[in-house]
């Protein structure tokens, strides 16, 4: 790793790009406005007066921190996300375990569709803070969100308090990742930035090999709770190290005059109002609100007195739309400073890339939702096994995108990543799962459907990630990426919600259909609960029954995620080239 950092850290001198200006009328050379990023980010290296203070902070903290610094930064970046995908891996492997222990096992879907939106929504106020206040604030603020949802899952006593204990696990998880990323495209050159990303994102290379027996472990041992609270505790003590030395660095540019630190004159009263409008929290509520109000029908209505009939589900249907309409007519009327950055989605570049983050999220969410479930009624998976092929998907893309990362470093072009091999091979693996569904399919061809839709997902997140922030000036890459990110999470929301729809509509009424009769009265406890799914013997009337229901309701899941990734590749041909090589980003001392 060290000889990956000699190849591409820059001398402690001021980093100086050769740019060569675009040709009249070359439109790939760039974000086609009044000004390229390369023009508004100007090539003196010094610190930008026009941007906000956060910005000015960190353009400061490049300039002042040591070549060490930026290793041992780079370093606990690395250590932050081994742990969180540790984590992420083992609390995916526990949840139909948790839901299960409340005998609700078919909500395990519907538990993300809340945490997914509002932990998206959220990452614009994250994005005003990170420029407002400073990305070292932001960043301990969202580590104290994880933390504290660690603990509320550990203490949870019904799945409605563990899908709250999501919304605040996943603002928070959501928030450092994405903090992290921000700081990333600090300190690193836009042409660097697609292996860069690839490196921090390597951990899961490693920890592939540990969620599944810690999960199993666990399940045998201390139990689901203590899962989830030993990374509440290992949690902070990752983390804290890596604020310390933002905010360390940051003091010093301070102490040397670089910055200077202006006072505002305002009271805490005056305060507090001022940043209720700079953070335009009322659109905040009424998105977050409405489009969780909108999509959690989708998943509960079969557990409603009249279905879709019911009061209940038509009452939130309704009164979600009418919040999110309130927010964009909030938004272009009366919001004082705008949540939204409409003139960035302007940009086909940035509109497509958005798409194109919010496809991969929906089609994942709705083909993964009950896939572990899958593995081990259907194929007899133990947990560690299901746990080794879940992370599949994570080895594959992390390793997978570092070779990416050189290709677009070599090359200075992105667009053909995602373009030619991304996207359609993502929908060449999950057309294949349509076919291996079945009961008695060999195991190997579910993990090569999965390594060929690691390495096509690790490619597609790569370029995606890169085209929303070549399309950027630095004052504006925090806000692109809160924006890609929040196109990710309500993605997320919504194929949770849509495999939470399909499986709720049809796996309880063909495992009706299917059941033998001496199982018809157990038919809550099987519909409920994994672990009584498992516990049938293979070859038994009850458990071809089970698995039957399981078919008709993948069936159906993996048709929509298939259909619904066709759209991503109409927002790849949406993006321009842009040479990324001729455009310069950021200032001081990095990759």
């Keep these: ?103 609700e096992h078919s909500l395990t879907a519907t538990t993300n569709v809340a945490s997914s939106i509002i932990g998206g929504v959220s990452k614009l106020a994250l994005a005003k803070i990170l420029d407002v206040w400073g990305r070292p604030q932001g960043y301990l603020l969202t580590m ?104 360390y660095n940051q003091r010093k540019a301070f102490k040397q005059g670089i910055i200077v630190r202006e006072k505002s004159g305002r009271t805490a009263l005056q305060s507090v109002i001022h940043y209720f409008w700079e953070f335009d929290i009322i659109c905040l509520i009424l998105l977050s609100a409405g489009f969780t109000l909108f999509l959690l029908p989708f998943s509960i209505y079969s557990y409603q007195t009249y279905g879709w009939r019911d009061p209940l589900t038509i009452s939130f249907i309704v009164v979600g739309v009418v919040l999110i309409g309130a927010a964009v007519v909030w938004e272009k009327y009366f919001a004082p400073v705008q949540y939204m950055p409409w003139s960035l989605l302007k940009d086909r570049t940035v509109i497509g890339a958005c798409v ?77 799962l349509i076919q291996f569904r079945h009961a008695g399919t060999n195991l190997g061809w579910i993990i090569f459907v999965e390594i060929i839709y690691a390495f096509a997902g690790g490619a597609s997140v790569i370029a995606e990630q890169v085209a929303v922030m070549a399309a950027a000036a630095h004052q504006e890459v925090a806000v692109v990426l809160a924006v890609e990110g929040m196109f990710s999470s309500v993605g997320g929301g919504i194929g949770s919600t849509v495999a939470g729809a399909i499986w709720t509509g049809v796996f309880p009424q063909k495992l009706m259909e299917y059941l033998p009769e001496e199982s018809k009265a157990n038919f809550t406890a099987i519909y409920g609960d994994l672990t009584v799914q498992i516990g049938y013997p293979v070859g038994s009337a009850t458990h071809q029954a089970i698995i039957m229901a399981y078919d008709d309701a993948l069936k159906n899941m993996f048709i929509a995620a298939t259909a619904i990734t066709v759209l991503g590749l109409a927002g790849v041909i949406a993006w321009r080239d842009i040479k990324i090589k001729d455009v310069k980003q950021v200032k001081g001392n990095v990759i």
């Design 1 to 103: 790793m060290r000889s990956l950092f000699r190849s591409v850290v820059a001398s402690e001198q001021p980093v100086v790009e050769e740019t060569s200006p675009p040709l009249p009328g070359d439109k790939e050379a760039g974000l086609v406005t009044e000004k390229t990023p390369s023009e508004r980010d100007t090539d003196e290296d010094s610190i930008d007066k026009d941007a906000q203070v956060g910005v000015q902070n960190v353009e400061a903290m490049t300039k002042v921190w040591t070549k060490r610094d930026l290793y041992i930064a780079y370093i606990l970046i690395w250590l932050v996300y081994f742990v969180d995908s540790i984590q992420q891996g083992m609390g995916g492997l526990l949840t139909p375990y948790v839901t299960s222990a409340f005998q």
């Design 144 to 247: 104290c969100f994880m933390t504290l949802g660690l603990v509320l899952m550990a203490a949870c006593n019904n799945v409605q308090t563990y899908a709250a204990a999501q919304i605040f696990y996943w603002v928070g998880y959501n928030g450092v990742s994405y903090a992290t990323t921000v700081f990333i495209a600090d300190t690193s050159a836009l042409k660097n930035r697609g292996l860069v990303l690839a490196y921090v994102s390597s951990p899961y290379i490693a920890t592939v090999w540990i969620t599944g027996p810690l999960a199993q472990s666990v399940l045998n041992t201390v139990g689901w709770r203590w899962g989830f609270g030993i990374f509440a505790i290992v949690t902070p003590v990752v983390c804290l190290p890596l604020y310390f030395l933002f905010a």
């Design 356 to 432: 194109l983050a919010a496809v991969l999220f929906v089609e994942y969410y709705i083909w993964t939702a009950y896939f572990n479930s899958f593995l081990q009624v259907v194929l007899r998976t133990n947990i560690w096994q299901t746990g080794y092929i879940g992370s599949i998907y994570s080895i594959g893309s992390c390793f997978f995108s570092i070779p990416v990362g050189y290709a677009i470093r070599r090359t200075g072009r992105f667009k053909w990543v995602a373009l030619y091999f991304g996207v359609p091979v993502t929908i060449l693996a999950i057309g294949l």
